[in-house]
């Protein structure tokens, strides 16, 4: 079945320092591909997402690229800010309801 | 314009106890989704609701059901209910029916959540 795995947090870094979060994923077929964010005490808002390989998603400064070839959807960003600290979500969808990784805790300090 | 809308926000029930969850969707969205998202954890699909009619059920037990009303409004129903069902219960709309999303059709909304705490 359709799986997606994402690092574990949490990860704390510096105000403006570079943010990598990795994901792969396990699907059949040709999965749409997605970053969720989640703010303290708040639902899920998509942040990016990319429908075929190559594609590039991008908002708020955040980053993901869809490569087929290694199943990633790595998510970056240059310069993260405090504002930025919430659980990032990696989550797939085909023919199937969306599926989501457990979550990356992000949190940055000033 | 209003987003997807939930309520109660928060709710604390006992064992053996029954909970109903509702969800308004985007204006013209016809698909809603139901998940549940344990503390720590990514949300797992329990449901989802097309034009009144199930199309979609998660592996959850038959104490979860759900269903959509005229208006596309929907309610989640947890009977029985045990210390596990503790978690954010979140509601999701979309235009489409659940397909791929090459056109951002069934790319889901989610509303803020329902907390469900078991004692």
């Known amino acids: 079945g359709n799986s997606v795995t994402q690092m574990e947090g949490p990860v704390t870094l510096s105000e403006e320092a570079f943010l990598t979060i990795n994901c792969t994923y396990t699907?059949?077929?040709?999965?749409?591909l997605f970053w969720y964010v989640q703010y303290p005490g708040e639902g899920l808002q998509l942040l990016l997402k990319?429908?075929?390989?190559?594609d590039k998603g991008s908002n708020k400064g955040f980053e993901a690229t869809y490569r087929k070839e290694t199943t990633s959807f790595h998510l970056e960003k240059g310069s993260v800010q405090v504002s930025d600290s919430a659980v990032y979500f990696c989550a797939l969808k085909g023919n199937t309801p969306l599926v989501f990784g457990k979550g990356t805790r992000l949190s940055v300090i000033a | 314009d209003a987003g997807v809308t939930q309520s109660p926000t928060h709710l604390i029930k006992t064992r053996g106890q029954q909970v109903t969850l509702r969800c308004s969707p985007i204006s013209g969205h016809k698909s809603v989704s139901w998940y549940q998202q344990v503390l720590g954890q990514g949300p797992q699909f329990i449901f989802q609701y097309y034009e009144k009619e199930e199309r979609g059920r998660g592996n959850f037990p038959d104490r979860f059901s759900a269903r959509q009303f005229p208006n596309y409004s929907s309610e989640l129903n947890v009977n029985a209910l045990l210390l596990g069902d503790s978690a954010l219960y979140l509601c999701?709309?979309?235009?489409?029916?659940?397909?791929?999303?090459?056109?951002?059709?069934?790319?889901?909304?989610f509303g803020a959540g329902s907390r469900l705490t078991v004692l």
């Open positions: 990319a429908t075929k390989a190559d």
């Open positions: 699907a059949t077929g040709y999965p749409s």
């Open positions: 999701a709309s979309s235009l489409g029916r659940g397909g791929r999303t090459w056109d951002g059709a069934n790319v889901l909304t």
